[in-house]
């Protein structure tokens, strides 16, 4: 079984500021973590992802999360937001083996809205 | 390429009626899923498929029907519409047959779907 958990459904930060956005997990196997985004009208786009080697990751866009084994956590930072940044974040979690390959489980999202 | 396609944009349907949603791709991807996304909910897993003539129950899938006969399409069967299916559904597809363990998912732009 897995799970993943988002805190905070909205978060709002200043142009130029440091954007973080909390992800816990919960898997049964080791997990394979995910970043998703979605902007407006729009279907999903993968940002970055953690399946095996170095727990810090960079995706697209500026965006890094680091997998902490110890915290269960996958947090997605970016130093400096932009306001093209505004969008709705989601963390997803994979499993490792058997039927669980096939199987993405969401979190409940973050809206992440950017000020100028 | 144009990538996944979901027909249609938008739907609204009686309590009781029936209907598919579809969806293709033109990547030749192996792995087509369908979820469905409610608000604080994220995106819940309806039915997913690993091939042609292959598919599997994801974390939702009553009142849903797919069948996979070809590689580029993967309906999904509304048999009888209910307040409760009133959602956006996206279709996503990923290469490999491991799905989006393996390789990102490419996601339609969704389709809105009313029931009353």
């Known amino acids: 079984a897995q799970s993943v958990t988002q805190l905070g459904s909205h978060v709002s930060v200043s142009e130029g500021a440091l954007v973080l956005l909390r992800c816990n997990y919960s898997?049964?196997?080791?997990?394979?973590l995910f970043w998703y985004v979605q902007y407006p009208n729009q279907g999903l786009q993968l940002l970055l992802k953690?399946?095996?080697?170095?727990?810090l990751v960079k995706g697209i866009n500026g965006f890094e999360a680091e997998f902490k084994k110890s915290e269960t956590s996958f947090h997605l930072t970016k130093p400096s937001a932009h306001m093209s940044d505004a969008a709705e974040y989601f963390c997803?979690?994979?499993?490792?083996?058997?039927?669980?390959?096939?199987?993405?489980?969401f979190g409940q999202g973050t809206i992440l809205t950017v000020h100028p | 390429n144009a990538g996944v396609t979901q027909t249609p944009k938008f739907q609204v349907l009686k309590t009781g009626q029936s209907m598919t949603l579809q969806c293709a791709q033109d990547?030749?991807?192996?792995?087509m899923s369908w979820y469905r996304q409610d608000p604080g909910m994220g995106l819940r897993l309806i039915h997913y498929?690993?091939?042609?003539?292959?598919?599997d129950q994801g974390e939702v899938p009553n009142g849903y029907n797919v069948s996979r006969s070809t590689t580029e399409d993967f309906p999904l069967r509304l048999l009888s519409a209910a307040p409760s299916q009133t959602s956006v559904y996206f279709c996503?597809?990923?290469?490999?047959?491991?799905?989006?363990?393996?390789?990102?998912?490419?996601f339609g732009n969704g389709t809105r779907l009313t029931v009353t």
């Open positions: 996503a597809s990923s290469y490999h047959n491991r799905g989006p363990y393996n390789s990102p998912l490419h």
């Open positions: 898997s049964s196997v080791p997990p394979y």
């Open positions: 953690y399946t095996t080697g170095a727990t």
């Open positions: 997803a979690v994979s499993g490792s083996g058997g039927t669980s390959y096939g199987k993405l489980t």
């Open positions: 990547m030749n991807h192996e792995y």
């Open positions: 498929s690993v091939g042609a003539g292959i598919t």
